[in-house]
């Protein structure tokens, strides 16, 4: 059953239609035409997180306290999560869910060790090497949703490529819950044990990430919470500010805000799958993205007809109907899937499905996206749980330049240069006039001087 009743949406508004057949939009234009969450309404996210972080970094654990009694209903003696209650949490996990989360690790582990790089080397001449090597980030902080949805697998997906890539402090946040006694969800408890995650901590929002930037010192009893070097994970859109107005500070991995789903689907696609694909994303959050984008005005009608009969019978009936009625959803029409192509492209989804004829070569077409879905047996909920893929992925069109979270992401490529006597003079002149046509010469005299 839903949450409350739906009745059927207004259809003035209910998963609107962009129509873009006969035109020929540049990117740019494309970018502005496909539906998106209004930017006034992220202005006010901001606004609202910079208070949050400067808070934080003034009040320190007070602050955190404030915040976990203010927006989660909780009144916190300690952030961090007692080791007991790991422990606890997966001695009481639903033998079913254990298996599940076991194989997602393992499925996980496979890809994510099958993707660290290789060090180089390159000998450019005679006792001249330049080698580039891999290294693990110090310190991460990984960022677990637990509101509307207490996403255990995130623990996966943060967790196994951060140890894949070699990282040796590993630090975990997750909201305080009302329901359990002030710690995050258990079953996000029991698979931080089940990972070997000891330090975790009941914190969520902007003030997690603002602790995870700049640190909380020790105080009235609380021990202090080291800043990290990198902070990973999904969030809703103050978790995905924040991160963005950290950025700098420490480095993320990507904007991961509500989540999206763009379909690109022909005449071949099944209606109840496109929509079933849809309503699996707009249940997780209110502002969540449900697009799909097709040249058959007769597969459109049919996924909406399929969208209004199985939100019916959703256990979150509302909050899909409200995503499904903003202005970040509803379907693209387009001339042929060429241009339906390019309008994924300018969108740039978080999660792209492809349910057209030839779907590999289709999908072999897209250059932006956060995860490509390659068929009718390849859904996005694959992804989420036990495809071996990752679901921290980029949002909000910024696929067009991020990458879903990766053992790279948890990497630094470091270089390093070794030149005998021999080898720097053979470009000794090149880097005197070079240093000379720049105006340095002071460059040019440092490798002067190891010769006179």
């Known amino acids: 059953m839903s949450e409350t009743p739906v009745t059927s949406p207004d259809s003035t508004e209910f998963f609107r239609t962009v129509d873009l057949r006969g035109r020929h939009l540049s990117r740019a234009a494309l970018k502005a035409a496909v539906p998106r969450v209004h930017e006034e309404s992220n202005r006010e996210a901001e606004d609202a997180v910079r208070g949050i972080i400067a808070a934080v970094r003034d009040g320190g654990h007070a602050a955190l306290r404030d915040f976990a009694q203010r927006f989660d209903g909780v009144s916190l003696e300690q952030v961090r999560v007692p080791r007991a209650a790991l422990r606890d949490a997966l001695a009481g996990l639903d033998a ?9 690790i393992h499925r996980a582990r496979l890809f994510a060790e099958a993707q660290r790089p290789g060090d180089v080397e390159t000998v450019l001449a005679e006792g001249a090497v330049v080698r580039q090597r891999w290294i693990p980030v110090s310190r991460v902080g990984l960022y677990v949703p637990g509101g509307l949805a207490p996403l255990a697998s995130s623990v996966v997906m943060n967790v196994v490529p951060a140890l894949a890539a070699g990282v040796t402090s590993v630090a975990l946040a997750s909201p305080p819950q009302k329901d359990h006694g002030g710690l995050p969800h258990p079953t996000i408890l029991a698979a931080a044990e089940l990972l070997g995650i000891e330090e975790v901590y009941a914190m969520g929002g902007a003030q997690a990430i603002a602790a995870f930037a700049y640190g ?53 696609a099944r209606a109840s799958l496109v929509a079933a694909d849809l309503i699996s994303q707009a249940e997780h959050d209110p502002r969540a993205s449900s697009v799909l984008i097709t040249p058959s005005t007769e597969l459109a009608d049919a996924v909406r007809e399929e969208l209004l009969r199985q939100i019916v019978t959703a256990r979150h009936g509302e909050r899909i109907t409200t ?36 779907s590999p070569a289709v999908a072999a077409r897209i250059r932006n996206a956060g995860a490509i879905f390659v068929g009718d047996y390849s859904p996005v909920s694959l992804g989420d749980y036990c495809a071996g893929s990752n679901h921290v992925l980029p949002t909000s069109g910024t696929a067009l330049f991020s990458s879903g979270l990766n053992v790279t992401t948890f990497l630094r490529a470091v270089q390093e240069i070794e030149y005998s006597r021999d080898a720097l003079k053979g470009v000794r002149t090149h880097i005197e006039q070079l240093a000379s046509a720049e105006n340095l010469p002071s460059h040019g005299e440092a490798v002067s001087i190891r010769f006179r």
């Open 216 to 268: 909380v010192a020790e105080a009235e009893g609380s021990a202090e919470i080291e800043a990290v070097d990198l902070i990973t994970g999904p969030g809703n859109v103050y978790v995905a500010t924040a991160k963005r107005l950290v950025r700098g500070v420490v480095g993320i991995d990507s904007e991961a805000g509500p989540t999206e789903i763009a379909v690109l689907a022909d005449h071949t």
């Open 96 to 104: 079913a869910v254990r298996a599940a989360l076991e194989e997602s």
């Open 323 to 358: 995503a499904l009625s903003g202005p970040q959803s509803g379907v693209v029409l387009v001339d042929d899937v060429s241009q339906g192509v390019a309008v994924a492209d300018a969108y740039a989804a978080e999660h792209l499905e492809i349910m057209t004829e030839d």
